[in-house]
C-alpha cells in the first residue's frame, strides 16, 4: 500500500467535523496550520490536492454559541450558512501563508446526477487543479433537504475522487483508523493496516456512527471506500 500511496498524483483529501473543530468551540486553526503545511508540501513535491472540508455546521453553531447539533432542517442550514464563510475563510488565510491560492466549491446531489452540472463542475475542478489551485469542497447544507442530502462528507469526498478520477482517497479521522473491533469498548482491538473495499468481513466491524458534530462513521468511510474503488482510487482512513 505503501508504494501506491507515494505512485499517487492526484489525492482528494477529507477532513471531518471532529477534526476541525476544537471540542465545539469553533475552528481549530492551529490544527488547520499544520495539516496546511503538510499538504503544501506535498503540493511541492507535485503532488495535485482536492480538499474536501467538512466544519461548516460545528463552525456556526460555534458562533450562534449552540452546544448540541439541532435537528430541524432551517437550523442546521442557517449554523451552515453562517458557518462556511468562517471556515472557507480559515482555510484561504492558512493557505495564503504559503502562497497557495485555494477556491470554494459547494455541490449538491444534484449537480452530480445531472449529466451537464456533472460535466460542469468536472471541468471547473480540473481547470483549478491544473492552475495550481486547490479546491476546497464541502456540501451545500444551505439548500439540501433531509431527503437528497449527501448525508456525511465522506460519501461527496468518494464522489468527488471520482469526479476528478484521483489515484488516492485519505479520509482524516478522530480515530487511528479502522480497527477489527471498538477500541473504545475493546482494549484488544487491532489495527487494520490494509484490506480489499469489498472484503465482506469489514462490514462486521465498521459498526457505529459518527460524533455528536459530525454526520459521518467508521461504515461510511468503508462505504466512501467502495466508491472510490469503482474509479480505481485507493482510499487510505487514517487519525488526523
Known amino acids: 500500500m505503501r508504494s501506491k500511496v507515494t505512485g499517487a498524483q492526484r489525492w482528494v483529501v477529507k477532513i471531518g467535523s471532529a477534526l476541525l473543530t476544537a471540542d465545539g468551540k469553533g475552528l481549530d486553526r492551529n490544527a488547520m496550520g499544520v495539516w496546511v503545511e503538510q499538504m503544501v508540501a ?5 503532488v ?14 460555534s458562533r450562534l454559541g449552540w452546544t448540541a447539533r439541532p435537528s430541524a432542517m432551517h437550523e442546521l442550514q442557517a449554523a451552515a450558512a ?19 491560492h485555494t477556491a470554494q466549491i459547494l455541490l ?15 471541468s471547473t475542478l480540473r481547470t483549478l487543479v491544473e492552475l495550481g489551485v486547490v479546491p476546497v469542497i464541502n456540501e451545500n447544507d444551505t439548500v439540501v433537504t ?3 442530502r449527501f448525508g456525511d462528507n ?30 473504545r469498548n475493546n482494549p ?36 466512501a471506500a467502495r466508491l472510490a474503488a469503482r474509479s480505481g482510487a485507493h482510499t487510505v482512513i487514517v487519525g488526523g
Open 146 to 148: 433531509d431527503e437528497i
Open 48 to 61: 495535485e490536492l482536492v480538499l474536501v472540508s467538512s466544519g461548516a455546521v460545528a463552525a456556526g453553531m
Open 42 to 46: 506535498l503540493h511541492e513535491a507535485g
Open 188 to 223: 484488544d482491538a487491532q489495527l487494520i493496516y490494509e484490506a480489499r473495499a469489498d472484503d465482506p468481513a469489514l462490514d462486521a466491524v465498521a459498526g457505529g456512527t459518527g460524533g455528536a458534530l459530525g454526520r459521518g462513521g467508521m461504515q461510511t468511510k468503508l462505504r
Open 154 to 183: 465522506d460519501t461527496l469526498a468518494a464522489l468527488v475522487a471520482n469526479l476528478v478520477e484521483a489515484d488516492l482517497l485519505v479520509i482524516l479521522t478522530d480515530r487511528d483508523g479502522m480497527f477489527d473491533a471498538d477500541p
Open 108 to 122: 449538491t446531489h444534484d449537480d452530480l446526477s445531472d449529466r451537464k452540472r456533472y460535466l460542469n463542475a468536472r
Open 82 to 100: 453562517i458557518g462556511q464563510m468562517g471556515l472557507v475563510q480559515a482555510w484561504e488565510s492558512s493557505f495564503a501563508e504559503h502562497g497557495r
